[in-house]
C-alpha cells in the first residue's frame, strides 16, 4: 500500500540552529500539504502545494520557516533559526488533488527544540 | 470560519464498553466529516468518512453518522479494545477559495481502554 514518506522520525536541535524535514507524498498525488500538531492539538496548515506552486502558505511564519517542492514531487521543509516554541510534530499529508477532500498523512516528524 | 469542537478527554474505559466521542461543526456550505486515529508516536490514519447528510461512515467496528440538523458527527464504538487506545481527532473539510478543500480538526480527544 502506497505511503507518505517522512524523514527524519526524530530531530532534536539547539536554538537558533536551522533544521530540515523531508517529505514524498504518495505517487501520483498533485496536493502536498505540511501541518504543524502541538501537543494536545490538532494539526494546523502551515502550506499546501499543488504540483510546485504554493497555493496556500497564509499560516506560516515566513521569517524563519521555508518549503519547497522544486519538481512537484517530493517536498522540504525548513526552519530556520529554530526557536523553543518550534517544538512539535511536524506532518506531511498528500491528496490526488486540492480539489479532492482526503488525504494521506505521513508519520511526522517530532522536533524538539532545545 | 470553519471550526470543529470534540469531547476533552482524556476518555478511560474497560475493555469491552461502549464508546462515545462528541464532535460537532461550524462550517459553510456542506463539508465532508472525517474521524482520523493517531496511536503513539505515528502520524494520522483516516478511521472514517462521511461526505453528506445523513451518510453512515464505519470502519474497524467504529461508526458515526454525519448529521446535518444537529451538525453533529459523533464516533461510536459497541465494544472497545486495549489496542484502540489512542487519539482520535475530528475534522472537516470545506471549500476555501476556489475549489481547494482545507481540513481543519478539532483538538482531539485520548481514549485509554484498560484490559
Known amino acids: 500500500e502506497a505511503e507518505v514518506a517522512q524523514s527524519p522520525r526524530y530531530k532534536i536541535t539547539e536554538k537558533s540552529q536551522a533544521v530540515a524535514f523531508w517529505c514524498d507524498p504518495i505517487?501520483?498525488?498533485?496536493?502536498l500539504y505540511w501541518y504543524r500538531q502541538i501537543l494536545g492539538q490538532g494539526p494546523e496548515l502551515l502550506v499546501q502545494?499543488?504540483?510546485?506552486?504554493?497555493?496556500?502558505d497564509s499560516q506560516l511564519p515566513k521569517d524563519r520557516f521555508s518549503a519547497e517542492r522544486l519538481k512537484g514531487v517530493d517536498s522540504t521543509l525548513k526552519i530556520q533559526p529554530a526557536e523553543l516554541g518550534d517544538s512539535a510534530m511536524y506532518l506531511c499529508?498528500?491528496?490526488?488533488?486540492?480539489?479532492?477532500?482526503?488525504?494521506?498523512f505521513g508519520p511526522g516528524t517530532r522536533l524538539t527544540v532545545l | 470560519g470553519d471550526s470543529v469542537t470534540q469531547m476533552e478527554g482524556p476518555v478511560t474505559l474497560s475493555e469491552e464498553a461502549f464508546l462515545t466521542i462528541n464532535c460537532t461543526y461550524t462550517?459553510?456550505?456542506?463539508?465532508?466529516l472525517f474521524w482520523y486515529v493517531q496511536y503513539p508516536g505515528e502520524g494520522l490514519q483516516l478511521l472514517l468518512k462521511?461526505?453528506?447528510?445523513?451518510d453512515k461512515g464505519s470502519n474497524k467496528g467504529f461508526e458515526a453518522t454525519y448529521r446535518k440538523e444537529t451538525t453533529s458527527f459523533h464516533l461510536e464504538k459497541g465494544s472497545v479494545q486495549v489496542s484502540d487506545s489512542a487519539v482520535y481527532f475530528c475534522?472537516?473539510?470545506?471549500?476555501?477559495?476556489?475549489?481547494?478543500?482545507?481540513?481543519?480538526f478539532g483538538k482531539g480527544t485520548l481514549l485509554t481502554v484498560n484490559p
Open positions: 505517487s501520483g498525488h498533485a496536493t
Open positions: 462521511a461526505t453528506k447528510a445523513d
Open positions: 475534522a472537516l473539510s470545506g471549500l476555501r477559495g476556489g475549489s481547494n478543500y482545507k481540513l481543519t
Open positions: 502545494f499543488q504540483d510546485e506552486s504554493v497555493v496556500d
Open positions: 499529508a498528500s491528496s490526488l488533488a486540492s480539489t479532492y477532500n482526503e488525504q494521506f
Open positions: 462550517a459553510t456550505g456542506y463539508p465532508s
